[in-house]
């Protein structure tokens, strides 16, 4: 049976993630304990190499299937990231999974290699598969937050999640080809799939080829206008928004897998791999997936051909074969296997003698550990892809090799071949070149091998997988990956701004001044930005704010103001200046509304306890944080509704695991502004990390600076990563503030 679908409405429940990371597989692998207890290790491969980095910087979360069917799993955390499994049954894994991802899209994606299936039921299940990741997405996600989407198993979720939650930043990135359209064409979904992808703001690619691939057939589907890299897409009411449609070559954790490379145990598991191959003169190496479009029964031909032929023996080269097991339930691979070992079978058979094997072939995958022991054992790697959106192992091949021997034979049709073209590239279809190609690498000299391998480890070395995801992410958010501390571009607008006659220094408190918390009442700044903002607080020509969403009343209670400070309540609505606290009064309609309100919202709060309402000058917020999830999400979905049809006319804020109503719309930007003028400042610093705060970042203006605390699409000019680094900030601009008077630096 299928697991349970979760209502198209349940949003905002759970809204803890700023960054979110959806992919097909969890980037953890379960395991029953001795005990039956649940045990999870993290599991090798591309795209989590490429991902765990970013999501350790971001404290982000990450969404996808767990590898066990017909189970469900709470969220938990592992290694610093936070995981929430999506089920998947045993007929959804067969008919999502094995069949519409990988055999109609990756055969159809790798251009025919081998024939596509297209069949309706498999197409259902994929369309409910990717529904159950956008909604799990959509209930993760903070208002405004980044989600990352992942690979072709997933690509309607864009566009799931555009509709459902429009305030998300979405960006999706195809670790596979895409190709031309005549090929696509062929998909009788083509159109679905191709709309689903247009929700992401940004789609990445990793060759110049697929981005224009996709493009072209954005145009010949939609008829959509495209200029370069841009597509114009027009929503239901005729807006258009920008898509951004191109390359972002992936790569992988270069000085990592150096590191491990120069262990000397490593170094001495390479040279017993050696002399357990017979120590022949030349390893050649292939490490693939068993997979018809890596191109091994091509170069198992070539090199069976160069025995064949006597221009090589099994005393001068060893070709190592690993081929990790892959969809083994899926026929096509299934005869791939049979076939590939009857091939080595054979050649072992016609050319291997008692001390020399010809091949060793391995059908299963190895540590990582292991696996650089056979890049440095290697004096060959073969990659003959037929057809591949990057191939990692090349660049691990490379980053391994420290000592700057080693040849790359790399197909052209590997997105890898963009970047490393000091490998010997080949046509791995032109058996006759690959052999050539072949013999060259175990020929050529030692020179020749250093210049090339230098010149390919610096290419790696300088496009890691750190400047792909910082690359992507400043494409999709403007701010790439936020490192803790005040960068530089912050430091100098700093000094500028500290010259400003009087200045106004205005600051979110909750996710700001206060890490959040499960329990509003229990927010309370860090100690060293309390500090920081009574120093600031405590000179004549600086005036501090506090601007929240909170309630004037709950705001004084958990920022305990310093002396002077100003305040602003209730997005606006409440403000205390110095002549005390000053409420807009609302009018008889306003207060008649606000009576329906509370009837409603005090109905849907009493279907759980842990959910509560509190009570604002100009409307009221429905808490839900602490509410189980399921529960949480029918709670915001019955307010949503039921506002919406009683009160149309009200103004709905969503935020992390809350939902707030108001009889009066205003905004942090209006309070920015009275507070300005109330101050009589001449510059603003202004800091916030909600979506709210963007009201305010749209009011700055010449030498104002704008900080977003966090991930996100901003308006702001700068960001930092958390209030630990807003603490720092104000400490920064607090002794600025002091040298402009005159007063010593502090600063090291």
């Given at each position: 049976m299928n697991a349970p679908e979760p209502s198209r409405d349940d949003l905002y429940v759970d809204a803890a993630y700023d960054m979110i990371v959806v992919s097909n597989r969890l980037p953890v692998d379960y395991q029953a304990g001795p005990d039956g207890e649940t045990q999870w290790k993290s599991s090798p491969g591309g795209l989590v190499t490429a991902l765990e980095?970013?999501?350790?910087?971001?404290?982000?979360?990450?969404?996808?299937?767990?590898?066990?069917?017909?189970?469900?799993?709470?969220?938990?955390?592992?290694?610093?990231?936070?995981?929430?499994?999506?089920?998947?049954?045993?007929?959804?894994?067969?008919?999502?999974?094995?069949?519409?991802?990988?055999?109609?899209?990756?055969?159809?994606?790798h251009d025919v290699i081998a024939p596509p299936s297209y069949h309706r039921e498999w197409w259902d299940a994929y369309v409910r598969v990717n529904r159950r990741f956008a909604e799990a997405a959509a209930r993760a996600a903070s208002p405004g937050a980044v989600v990352w989407v992942q690979d072709y198993q997933l690509q309607l979720v864009p566009r799931m999640l555009r509709e459902s939650r429009p305030d998300l930043v979405i960006g999706f990135f195809n670790h596979i080809p895409f190709p031309a359209y005549g090929i696509y064409s062929q998909l009788p979904w083509r159109r679905q799939v191709v709309h689903g992808l247009l929700g992401a703001d940004v789609i990445g690619f990793q060759r110049a080829a697929d981005a224009g691939n996709f493009t072209r057939a954005v145009r010949r589907l939609f008829g959509f206008a495209t200029r370069g890299s841009v597509i114009d897409v027009p929503d239901d009411s005729g807006e258009v928004r920008h898509v951004v449609a191109r390359q972002f070559p992936i790569s992988i954790d270069s000085a990592g897998f150096e590191e491990i490379a120069r262990r000397p145990e490593v170094q001495a598991r390479a040279r017993e791999i050696r002399a357990s191959l017979g120590d022949p003169e030349t390893i050649m190496l292939g490490v693939d997936r068993l997979d018809y479009t890596k191109g091994i029964r091509h170069r198992l031909k070539a090199f069976g051909e160069l025995l064949r032929d006597g221009r090589l023996s099994v005393q001068q080269a060893t070709l190592v074969q690993v081929a990790s097991p892959s969809r083994e339930r899926v026929e096509t691979y299934r005869q791939l296997r049979d076939e590939i070992e009857l091939m080595v079978g054979r050649l072992n058979g016609d050319y291997s003698t008692l001390g020399h094997q010809a091949i060793a072939y391995l059908h299963h995958g190895y540590p990582r550990e292991e696996m650089v022991a056979l890049y440095l054992a290697a004096d060959v790697m073969l990659v003959t892809a037929l057809r591949d959106g990057m191939n990692l192992v090349a660049k691990e091949y490379v980053a391994c090799r420290f000592d700057e021997d080693g040849v790359l034979l790399l197909s052209e049709f590997t997105g890898a071949s963009d970047e490393l073209r000091q490998a010997v590239l080949v046509n791995?279809?032109?058996?006759?070149?690959?052999?050539?190609?072949?013999?060259?690498?175990?020929?050529?000299?030692?020179?020749?091998?250093?210049?090339?391998?230098?010149?390919?480890?610096?290419?790696?070395?300088?496009?890691?997988?750190?400047?792909?995801?910082?690359?992507?992410?400043?494409?999709?958010?403007?701010?790439?990956?936020?490192?803790?501390?005040?960068?530089?571009?912050?430091?100098?607008?700093?000094?500028?701004?500290?010259g400003a006659e009087?200045?106004?220094?205005?600051?979110?408190?909750?996710?700001?001044?206060?890490?959040?918390?499960?329990?509003?009442?229990?927010?309370?700044?860090?100690?060293?930005?309390?500090?920081?903002?009574?120093?600031?607080?405590?000179?004549?020509?600086?005036?501090?704010?506090?601007?929240?969403?909170?309630?004037?009343?709950?705001?004084?209670?958990?920022?305990?103001?310093?002396?002077?400070?100003?305040?602003?309540?209730?997005?606006?609505?409440?403000?205390?200046?110095?002549?005390?606290?000053?409420?807009?009064?609302?009018?008889d309609g306003e207060l008649a509304d606000l009576e329906e309100l509370t009837r409603i919202l005090d109905e849907i709060a009493a279907g759980d306890a842990a959910a509560w309402v509190e009570w604002k000058p100009a409307g009221l917020a429905?808490?839900?944080?602490?509410?189980?999830?399921?529960?949480?999400?029918?709670?915001?979905?019955?307010?949503?509704?039921?506002?919406?049809?009683?009160?149309?006319?009200?103004?709905?804020?969503?935020?992390?695991?809350?939902?707030?109503?108001?009889?009066?719309?205003?905004?942090?930007?209006?309070?920015?502004?009275?507070?300005?003028?109330?101050?009589?400042?001449s510059a603003v610093v202004y800091v916030g990390d909600d979506v709210t705060d963007e009201d305010a970042f749209a009011t700055l203006e010449g030498d104002d600076v704008g900080v977003k605390v966090g991930q996100g699409r901003s308006l702001a000019t700068h960001r930092v990563r958390s209030p630990e680094d807003v603490a720092l900030l104000l400490e920064r601009l607090a002794d600025e503030r002091d040298i402009s008077r005159g007063a010593p630096s502090r600063w090291p």
């Open positions: 980095p970013v999501m350790r910087t971001a404290d982000g979360a990450w969404i996808g299937w767990a590898g066990v069917a017909d189970r469900e799993f709470e969220p938990f955390e592992h290694d610093g990231i936070s995981i929430i499994p999506v089920p998947l049954s045993e007929s959804e894994l067969e008919e999502y999974y094995e069949g519409f991802s990988n055999d109609t899209l990756w055969p159809l994606y791995p279809h032109d058996i006759e070149g690959v052999k050539d190609a072949m013999v060259e690498a175990v020929s050529m000299p030692k020179r020749e091998r250093t210049r090339r391998m230098r010149a390919l480890r610096r290419r790696v070395r300088d496009n890691d997988v750190a400047n792909w995801s910082a690359s992507f992410l400043k494409t999709l958010t403007g701010a790439g990956i936020i490192a803790p501390g005040v960068p530089e571009p912050l430091e100098a607008a700093v000094r500028r701004v500290a009087r200045l106004l220094v205005a600051l979110d408190f909750d996710g700001t001044l206060a890490p959040l918390v499960d329990r509003p009442e229990d927010a309370r700044a860090t100690g060293r930005a309390r500090a920081a903002v009574e120093r600031l607080a405590a000179a004549d020509d600086t005036r501090v704010a506090i601007v929240s969403g909170r309630a004037l009343e709950s705001l004084r209670e958990v920022a305990d103001p310093p002396h002077g400070a100003l305040l602003s309540g209730s997005h606006g609505v409440e403000l205390q200046l110095d002549g005390g606290a000053v409420t807009m009064e609302l009018r429905l808490h839900t944080r602490k509410v189980p999830a399921a529960t949480a999400s029918e709670l915001q979905r019955a307010a949503r509704e039921r506002v919406a049809a009683e009160l149309p006319d009200l103004t709905m804020r969503a935020g992390k695991g809350v939902i707030e109503f108001s009889v009066r719309p205003s905004d942090k930007g209006e309070a920015l502004m009275r507070l300005r003028q109330h101050a009589g400042a």
